[in-house]
């Protein structure tokens, strides 16, 4: 877990264009001056788990919501006050700024730019960029950050493209930034509604669309099904697992593909994305056992996979236009 360290001083390590500006840092918030965590520590990064709960940054941060599964964390913070900020990615970070968002930045160099975020940018922060932003205003920003592996899996399952190993600031004009931006507040601000498939799958498309922007190229519709034997295999796989937190890997291995291009091509076949159709599943038991059984609703949320009451409330309510509990009472 990285470490932060709280100063009111110019870092020595920060870019030149700081060490005349101790009058306008003493009129700043405090400084969050983020080095690289140590081998010895085997942690895992997360922009929200910096291990300094008191410091400005992470107070504002903490009124923020976040999502954090097997080496993947998705997150918003609120508008944080602090504006200056230095850090070496230990994983690799995706960012949405709000548009307005502006000041000066420097990535892997002591070269600074002046940047102003405009609609449709992003940041991609692969492991090990060192990044430093002195900030003009504070805005909430949107985040995905995972493991180095994750992105490593992603590339080796890809045909072609860029390799992603190097920091991109901004990426500007991707296509689907807005629903990605959608999606993601969506999933956070639903606690993680549709677990760990749902996270996995929006990780993927993101990813493939930054490397086709990265590459220069378009992204190509696909048309390509499962077979019949595979979609079985996967159904019959999903049907006994229910309550379980599938991976995306485990069901493209099922179907004989990659996790890069199993979200499609399920899609293509069923109509439904992947976390569409266990939802729609966990519906179906979760009517069952309210119509058969005396169980509590929040153990049968338990029981069919969702991480809550709320979770299964929410979902039920979407597929089947009643709560749970108003669905059994009509019984």
């Not at 760990?196 to 048309?223: C, F, M």
């Amino acid at each position: 877990m990285l470490s932060a360290l709280m100063e009111r001083t110019v870092n020595p390590k920060a870019p030149p264009f700081l060490a005349n500006q101790d009058q306008d840092l003493n009129q700043m918030n405090d400084r969050l001056i983020l080095p690289r965590a140590s081998q010895e520590t085997g942690s895992e990064a997360s922009i929200l788990r910096y291990g300094c709960p008191e410091t400005p940054m992470m107070k504002s941060l903490s009124q923020g919501r976040t999502w954090s599964g097997e080496g993947l964390t998705i997150g918003i913070s609120s508008a944080y006050k602090l504006r200056e900020i230095h850090f070496s990615a230990d994983t690799d970070i995706i960012v949405f700024l709000q548009p307005g968002y502006g000041g000066q930045r420097a990535v892997n160099s002591d070269k600074v730019e002046e940047f102003t975020m405009v609609p449709n940018d992003l940041y991609w922060l692969p492991t090990g960029t060192d990044f430093y932003s002195l900030s003009t205003n504070a805005k909430p920003l949107l985040f995905m950050n995972f493991d180095r592996k994750i992105r490593q899996n992603f590339i080796n399952q890809a045909s072609s493209g860029a390799p992603l190993d190097e920091a991109v600031t901004p990426i500007s004009n991707l296509t689907q930034h807005a629903l990605f931006s959608t999606l993601l507040r969506d999933f956070v601000e639903s606690d993680g509604l549709g677990g760990r498939l749902r996270a996995e799958a929006l990780l993927n498309v993101i990813l493939y669309e930054i490397r086709s922007h990265h590459s220069g190229n378009q992204p190509q519709k696909s048309t390509q099904t499962l077979s019949h034997t595979d979609l079985e295999d996967v159904k019959a796989f999903i049907e006994e697992n229910l309550d379980a937190d599938v991976s995306l890997e485990v069901l493209a291995t099922l179907a004989d593909t990659s996790v890069y291009s199993f979200c499609r091509v399920f899609k293509n076949t069923t109509g439904q994305s992947p976390h569409q159709y266990v939802n729609k599943r966990r519906v179906a038991r979760a009517s069952e056992l309210l119509a058969t059984t005396q169980t509590g609703i929040a153990e049968i949320a338990y029981e069919v996979g969702f991480s809550s009451q709320s979770h299964l409330t929410s979902v039920f309510r979407s597929a089947m236009g009643t709560t749970p509990a108003k669905y059994r009472k009509s019984l």
